[in-house]
């Protein structure tokens, strides 16, 4: 047996071992894996299993599969911002897997044909098509293999490579690969469509040979939808009959073979073809496309006829959604007007089309009750997906943008109706309500947005007369197993137009909402917590927040105690929207939460104990520790003295939680442990606790996971601002620039590596690690070279710049000089204020690279010694000025306390699959050059003394300098008049 062989071998073992249901041995494996990706070769290894035909083995190729998917997603783009995990795949290598994955693609089974066919997408994103132009002739090759399935998965591979020529903004490059690919791929996909088309129609009577070719036609479609997402190309223009006559055809295709007349859930491959292919008509109509025009009425008529045969089952979901899109994008334009104007129409739309696809069906009634999740998703205000129900709604504002008083009044016409039909009988119509609330939703908005709710309503609905007669009658209903769904629609109606209620509104709504906190449905109760999170955020015309401290502290312990209380039951899954509304009232609450801070943080503990166990839901787990971040900040950053108690409440979970090695939960308690550190009094040292955590922190294999590293970083940064003495005292600068060496190799960490290297400037003292000097700039030297980037540039003329401002430029000038001589001043020019040319520095980092260039400007004698080197002089203060002058850099500033307070209700907080960044445990900004007020002050004060010292040399000079533009010269003359300096 070669050693080859006997590497794939044990790798086969090994991989098997990934599925066993032992957890223990499930995890060696995969430990192994982690470590066996690095080495070289393991790629082809890999490989080599997956094309292996053992049957037996079908799930350990299977596991080989997703396996060498996950090396290639992490590891074949050797530029990747966020690095390769260590994988290295070699160049001979590379040109192997690509000379052979499509061919092992299409010889693979279908499970493991998906997982090559995602690999041939990853490493096209990257190589597609400068680096591997054979890919597509070798791809559209197969569109004349006689397997379907095989020509089926070729689809299905070219459709995921050109998904990026959707969604993104137009470009050179882009145009060019669309060009590329238009000239190889356009003739055979339309000969491909009509040859598959002819086959199906010889096949009408065999599904299990339609099936595969059905598939083909719909990727065939999404591929079109690609080609055309930027332009119309020239081709299909020209053969846009051709497109169209196919288009035509299966929008009347009907097929009892492939229908399954018991099936309510799943799409038939015709309808899922049919959607596709309205996706492509919307697409041609939101362009205003011309050619497309003369089809235009044909199409209308199709579509609307789909329509009216569709079921109500969920199985054609997607078609009714995508078809009502259609029907939208024309009616609300003008130039379709002429289509829609006859009252007839309007009245049919809404009674065929519209008041059917918002009625609540069975399988909703079904879905709230056993799925809520799934509900939420399709219904909540602001969800990506989409429903029967909102694309209706968005059918009627798109009419009342062209008809807005026609449809309102018919529209009113079936709400009287259907209002009239509940009060004859509540508990047999209730879904009339429900029908004619969601008929007001969708003609009173006329313009709206996700985060702030709606902004214009339609004049001829009165919004406010609509919630006293028939809203507040729900929510003040206390049976909370009356009609739960029209209850959900309520709390919807006051959460979307929580911008028409006024503060004494939303103050009598507080505790209605608050008491539907305990009802048993989680829809209602969902809802009720995000409209409250929903009304905190809401501000008056004055961009004043509506409800504050003062309002919400009435409620603040029926409002607790509702929402721990969906927390606290077990048998509920863990629920974001409650979480959320928990982090947004204690944000809210601030000053009022001293009071109940044990007994919140207790509850929140708790939940962190249960969901460790098993971490399901990380918006849930973001929102948290967002809980308990902002309840830290709320009272430690006006009472430190209470940092202790926090400490002694969160190290226990903190300390479970870091032996448990719950990879998802540790970046956030490393940013909370730092939260709680910077906020320790100043005379309080770092204590028993946290002196003892500091040496496992440097622990390599921790810095191995990239989610870790921003949040170790700070914690680590956190301990030598509060305690650098004790840190090096324990001998522990050794590690931390071993972890600083670590994480400057990468360009993903690269930004980590500065903050770090930045705070060991700040707050050590420079003779403890001189010795390390010379290396530490040789390696920040090596990777400029390597590997310059404007992020790079920006973050070592930081660094440049603190190292000035903290030792004086003849010190960094020595540091570089010592590498190459004339080094110092050859990056001072060419990379350091070059960079001011196009990239400036706002807020402390402006404060430090003024302060820094001031010392080069005003202690710096060889800029001074002959012409060349007064040429970087003058360089240098211009680039000082542009800081200066700059109307956004805020020079020194962090966002005020207002602001910030804006700042919580404005980001987008939640989390994030790279590094989820605790909004509310943010480092606040650091100056570390306290002593400086104003560095632009200071500046003209150094260069008065500098003129002063050689009277009549610089004004020639300064002029030379600020020459290419009147602004500099004017802000330096401004700056001097403040003084009451001049230039002398």
Not at 581 to 590: D, T, Y
Not at 715 to 742: D, M, P, T
């Amino acid at each position: 047996m070669t050693q080859e062989q006997a590497a794939v071998n044990q790798l086969r073992t090994v991989l098997s071992q990934t599925l066993s249901p032992d957890a223990a041995v499930r995890r060696s494996a995969e430990r192994h894996l982690d470590q066996a990706k690095k080495q070289p070769g393991h790629p082809l290894h890999v490989l080599r299993i997956v094309a292996s035909s053992d049957v037996a083995d079908a799930s350990v190729r299977q596991a080989a599969a997703v396996h060498f998917k996950n090396i290639v997603k992490k590891g074949w783009d050797e530029d990747a911002e966020h690095g390769t995990d260590g994988i290295v795949i070699s160049s001979a290598d590379r040109r192997t897997i690509k000379s052979h994955l499509v061919e092992l693609m299409c010889t693979v089974p279908p499970q493991i044909q998906a997982q090559c066919s995602e690999s041939i997408s990853l490493v096209a994103k990257v190589d597609f098509p400068s680096k591997w132009d054979n890919l597509l002739p070798e791809l559209i090759q197969k569109f004349n293999s006689p397997d379907p399935n095989i020509v089926s998965g070729v689809l299905v591979t070219i459709n995921a490579i050109l998904r990026r020529f959707r969604y993104v903004q137009r470009s050179d490059d882009l145009y060019r690969d669309i060009l590329y690919v238009l000239e190889r791929l356009q003739a055979p996909l339309l000969t491909l469509f009509k040859t598959t088309g002819k086959a199906v129609d010889a096949l009408a009577n065999d599904p299990a040979q339609l099936k595969p070719r059905f598939a083909s036609l719909r990727s065939v479609c999404r591929i079109f939808y690609s080609l055309n997402w930027q332009d119309l190309p020239e081709y299909f223009e020209d053969h846009m009959a051709e497109w169209m006559e196919e288009f035509a055809k299966y929008l009347n295709y009907r097929n009892p073979a492939l229908e399954d007349e018991d099936e309510e859930t799943e799409p038939s491959p015709v309808d899922v073809l049919q959607s596709a292919i309205v996706e492509n008509l919307n697409l041609y109509a939101n362009k205003d496309e011309e050619p497309f025009l003369p089809f235009l009425p044909n199409f209308t008529t199709l579509v609307w006829n789909r329509l009216m045969a569709l079921s109500s089952f969920p199985k054609h979901d997607t078609l009714a959604t995508t078809s009502i899109r259609f029907l939208s994008s024309l009616v609300g334009k003008l130039m379709h007007k002429s289509l829609f104007q006859d009252p007839a129409t309007l009245r049919e739309i809404i009674v065929k089309i519209v008041i059917p696809n918002i009625m609540i069906r069975e399988a909703d009634e079904e879905r709230f009750e056993d799925d809520p999740q799934e509900f939420i998703l399709g219904d909540m205000e602001g969800s990506d997906t989409e429903s029967r129900r909102k694309v209706s709604q968005e059918l009627l504002r798109a009419m009342c943008r062209q008809f807005e008083a026609e449809t309102t009044s018919i529209c009113s016409e079936h709400v009287g109706t259907m209002l009239a039909e509940f009060s004859a009988d509540p508990a047999g119509k209730w879904t009339a309500k429900d029908a004619a609330i969601h008929l007001v939703l969708g003609i009173a908005i006329r313009a709206e947005s996700t985060a702030h709710g709606v902004s214009q309503v339609n004049d001829s609905v009165n919004v406010m007369e609509f919630f006293t007669s028939h809203i507040l009658t729900e929510l003040q209903e206390t049976d909370m197993t009356k009609r739960p769904m029209v209850k959900a629609t309520a709390i919807k109606f006051v959460s979307t137009f929580r911008n028409q209620f006024v503060k004494e509104h939303l103050v009598a709504l507080m505790p209605l909402l608050i008491s539907h906190l305990p009802a048993e449905s989680v829809v209602v109760h969902t809802y009720a917590a995000a409209a409250i999170e929903k009304i905190l955020t809401t501000k008056d015309e004055a961009k004043r927040h509506k409800l504050g401290s003062a309002e919400l502290g009435p409620f603040l312990e029926s409002l607790f105690g509702g929402l721990f209380g969906i927390v606290d039951n077990a048998v509920l899954n863990e629920n974001e929207y409650v979480m959320k509304c928990i982090m947004r009232s204690l944000n809210v609450a601030k000053d009022d939460l001293l009071a109940v801070t044990q007994i919140v943080l207790d509850k929140l503990t708790g939940a962190l104990g249960r969901v460790a166990k098993n971490p399901r839901n990380p918006q849930y787990n973001h929102y948290m520790f967002e809980s308990i971040a902002v309840l830290v900040r709320s009272v430690c950053a006006k009472h430190p003295e209470h940092t202790s108690a926090f400490e002694s409440l969160l190290f226990p979970p903190f300390q479970v939680v870091l032996q448990m090695d719950v990879t998802e939960f540790t970046p956030y308690v490393f940013q909370v442990l730092a939260q709680l550190l910077e906020y320790r009094p100043a005379d309080a040292g770092l204590g028993e606790a946290y002196t003892s955590l500091f040496a496992p922190l440097l622990t390599p294999t921790l810095w191995e996971r990239k989610g870790n590293i921003p949040a170790l970083t700070r914690l680590v940064r956190a301990y030598l601002g509060k305690g650098a003495a004790e840190i090096v005292g324990q001998g522990h600068l050794v590690g931390i620039l071993g972890v600083f060496q670590k994480l400057i190799s990468s360009r993903a960490n690269e930004t980590s590596a500065f903050e770090l290297l930045g705070s060991i400037v700040a707050y050590i003292p420079v003779d403890t690690y001189r010795k390390n000097l010379r290396d530490i700039f040789q390696i920040l030297l090596m990777r400029l070279q390597q590997a310059k980037t404007p992020r790079y540039t920006r973050l070592v003329t930081d660094f440049f710049a603190l190292y000035v401002g903290k030792f004086g430029s003849q010190a960094y000038l020595d540091q570089l000089n010592a590498i190459q001589p004339g080094l110092g001043l050859m990056l001072l020019t060419q990379v350091w204020t070059s960079r001011l040319a196009a990239d400036l520095p706002v807020r402390m980092e402006a404060k430090v690279q003024v302060i820094g260039l001031t010392k080069v400007l005003c202690e710096t004698p060889a800029l001074l010694s002959d012409p060349s080197a007064q040429q970087i002089w003058t360089q240098a203060l211009a680039g000082v000025m542009k800081i200066i002058i700059n109307p956004n850099g805020h020079i020194g500033g962090a966002a005020g306390a207002n602001a910030a307070d804006d700042d919580d209700f404005e980001v987008e907080i939640g989390y994030d699959a790279t590094y989820s960044r605790l909004h509310f445990a943010a480092r606040p900004a650091v100056d570390v050059f306290p002593e400086v007020k104003d560095p632009a002050l200071t500046l003209a004060q150094s260069l008065h003394a500098l003129c002063s010292s050689q009277p009549g040399k610089f004004p020639p000079l300064i002029q030379h300098g600020l020459q290419s533009d009147p602004k500099l010269s004017a802000g330096l003359e401004s700056l001097f008049q403040k003084a009451g300096l001049r230039i002398v």
